[in-house]
């Protein structure tokens, strides 16, 4: 199974992405997306966002990572698409998928699924410019409110001369509502493109993975949320591997944390690793209860020494069990 580990705005940045594609068997990533207006951005924005370029556009584990674009303008975003090929990424994929007020209320992500010849302008723009050898890739949701706008919206995209389409499971108001995901509609675009399909949406572990996969017939997954979940998700997917021990994700934790201080995000590092426990809860109930501690600290410094507490103490509780037994 081709496997995707997607963007995730705040929380899948370079750092998180070292990380995973070392302990993962993904055969590609795409970053947080790069917001274009009305200029060619310099390289630096680039290189900030996905330092990644700097190395072939791979991570350290060699995983491909692909640059994602927001925008409205055609012409700008054909020339900020070129201008990441240029600097070594593999390909280009457009953001027409973000759920976010702030983005939305600029027109862009979620807010272009209500203007489908826009969306087809943007695409054929990237399209027409970008290097033929390269792919052009978009990610949608099915619609703003009607998963039935969801047939024009793939049409235009695939007519527009994209590569691939990942297709989110839900509309922009559907938010990120289990009960909402609708795997079924990403099967009937299927059905009617010729173009390479991506399912995303509501895949927490290898069972989700196999419903989806046999309910959509796609060619490839995207996770996005589940990645952060359960750290090992892609090879549990791939390989139907056990979840990762909570004394293991304690590890990456604390790896996680000497990326964020040594780089160039320190500042951000408290609410980095917050957004991470958020998520990690779900799987771990150990989780939620560090997070309780970790919570009421703004500093870097008593966070990790939280954590390497609680490493510690797990590490304690674990020899004195096997003293007794």
């Keep these: 199974m081709r496997l995707i580990l997607g963007p995730m705005e705040g929380v899948v940045d370079h750092l998180m992405r070292e990380m995973l594609t070392e302990i993962n068997d993904y055969d590609l990533c795409v970053t947080e997306f790069v917001r274009v207006v009305d200029q060619l951005l310099p390289k630096s924005v680039f290189y900030r966002l996905c330092p990644e370029l700097l190395q072939g556009g791979k991570t350290t584990s060699g995983t491909p990572v692909r640059v994602q674009l927001l925008g409205q303008d055609p012409h700008w975003m054909a020339e900020n698409a070129c201008q990441a090929i240029e600097l070594g990424s593999p390909g280009v994929d457009i953001n027409f998928g973000c759920p976010a007020k702030m983005v939305n209320k600029s027109k862009g992500g979620a807010a272009l699924l209500q203007n489908p010849q826009l969306m087809y302008d943007i695409v054929k723009a990237v399209r027409d410019a970008a290097d033929c050898r390269k792919p052009v890739t978009a990610k949608v949701r099915l619609g703003w409110d009607d998963p039935n706008h969801c047939f024009e919206i793939a049409d235009a995209v695939a007519q527009a001369g994209a590569d691939e389409i990942v297709i989110h499971g839900r509309t922009k108001t559907d938010g ?81 944390s000497t990326y964020e201080i040594k780089g160039d995000k320190g ?31 703004n500093k870097a410094a008593p966070i990790v020494e939280t954590l390497k507490l609680a490493r510690e103490t797990l590490e304690s509780d674990s020899g004195e069990s096997g003293m007794v037994a």
């Design 176 to 256: 990120y509502k289990a009960e909402a995901i609708k795997w079924d509609y990403i099967r009937q675009v299927k059905d009617k493109l010729s173009i390479s399909v991506v399912a995303n949406g509501e895949v927490w572990n290898h069972d989700d993975a196999q419903r989806c996969m046999t309910t959509t017939a796609a060619d490839a997954l995207m996770i996005c949320r589940g990645a952060i979940n359960l750290p090992n998700l892609g090879n549990v997917i791939k390989y139907n591997h056990s979840h990762m021990e909570w004394e293991t994700v304690l590890q990456l934790l604390l790896q996680y």
């Design 267 to 297: 500042l951000y590092y408290p609410n980095r690793i917050k957004q991470w426990f958020s998520y990690l809860r779900h799987e771990y109930p150990q989780a939620k209860e560090l997070f309780a501690d970790i919570r009421k600290h």
